[in-house]
Every structure is written in structure tokens, then in C-alpha cells.
């Protein structure tokens, strides 16, 4: 049974007591009912709305997915058909020195195939600049320290590693040098 017609059986039986209007208790069991009455009217329209939204909701999905299909399927074509978005790279043959397009697969395989002489060679990346900057960056970072023999005057140069052990020797006479290592 719906809200509404549960709203009206109430009404009905209400009325079929024989409540009196006149009466403090009647008014408020009236007053009841009817507000029983309006609010499963509002409910009601409630929920046939929200039924309507979820329609429109299910109807919007179902054409953003086939939108969402369309759309990647033309980008998985394109993908398939143009291959020209692989990086390549320009490299002189070493036999007629005709300029060679290499994709990443011929570096990955280290080998690529002139089409002017027909011959094949050996390719591989070269270091970047960046690379050998960057080892070289780390070698001058590692800590060295100077220390003066205080026998003979002859400066060692020392690493943070034999510093930090506490154990060095002169370069020059060959005595320990004696280190003491505070925290700055």
C-alpha cells in the first residue's frame, strides 16, 4: 500500500469515528490527518521526480560512454596507423656517410641498416654531457681535508672517510698524524 492511500485509510477511519471538530481533541486528530495527507502527497511527487532524475542519469552515462568509445577508438586508430611519433635519431653512416633515421627499437638492438650503401653498423647512445658533469659534480663534492705534519710541514691531503677513522700518516715522514674531529 502507497503512502498516500495509507494517508487516506487514516482519514477514512478518522472519519468513520465520528471524530467532533469542536473539541480540542478532535481539531488536532483532524489537523493530524491532513498533514498526514499533504506530506505523502509531497512524498509522492518525491520520489516520481527522483525516479525521472535517475532515468536522466542512466540515459547521460550511456551517452557519455558511447562519446568516451568514440573518442578513444579514433585515438587507438591514430596510434595503430601513424607511427611517426617515435623519436628518432639522425646518425652519419660510417661506410658512405649518408645521413640514417634510428628509432629507439634499432638502439635497444644496437644495430642499424643504411639505405644508401646497404650495409649495417653498430650504434649505441653516447653519454650526455649531463652525465659525465654530474660524476664529476660528485667527486669534487666528496669532502677533502688538508692536514700540515706538524714534524715535518708536509701538507696530506685526507678524505672524509680516513678523517672521520681517526688513523692517517704523513705523506712525508711517514709519522701518524694525530686528528681530532669536532662537530661543527
Known amino acids: 500500500m502507497e503512502l498516500t492511500e495509507k494517508a487516506a485509510y487514516l482519514k477514512g477511519l478518522i472519519e468513520g469515528l465520528g471524530v467532533d471538530d469542536s473539541t480540542k481533541e478532535g481539531k488536532i486528530i483532524r489537523a493530524m490527518s491532513e498533514l498526514l495527507g499533504e506530506m505523502a502527497a509531497s ?13 536522466d542519469v542512466d540515459a547521460l552515462c550511456n551517452e557519455v560512454e558511447d562519446l568516451e568509445a568514440d573518442l578513444y577508438e579514433d585515438e587507438d586508430e591514430d596510434d595503430e596507423d601513424d607511427d611517426s611519433t617515435d623519436p628518432c635519431y639522425e646518425v652519419d653512416c660510417p661506410h658512405c656517410g649518408e645521413t640514417v633515421y634510428v628509432t629507439e627499437e634499432d638502439l635497444e638492438e644496437g644495430e642499424a641498416f643504411c639505405t644508401s650503401c646497404g650495409k649495417s653498423f653498430e650504434i ?24 700540515t705534519c706538524p714534524s715535518c710541514g708536509a701538507v696530506t691531503v ?17 709519522q701518524p698524524l694525530e686528528l681530532e674531529v669536532t662537530e661543527e
Not at 43 to 55: K, N, R, T
Not at 160 to 174: I, P, R, V, Y
Open 43 to 55: 512524498i509522492h511527487e518525491i520520489d516520481d521526480d527522483l525516479s525521472q532524475v535517475y532515468d
Open 124 to 147: 649505441a647512445l653516447a653519454p650526455d654531457d649531463e652525465d659525465e658533469e654530474e660524476a664529476e659534480e660528485a667527486d669534487e663534492e666528496s669532502a677533502r681535508y688538508e692536514v
Open 158 to 174: 685526507l678524505d672524509e672517510d680516513t678523517l672521520m677513522e681517526g688513523k692517517a700518516f704523513c705523506s712525508g715522514c711517514g
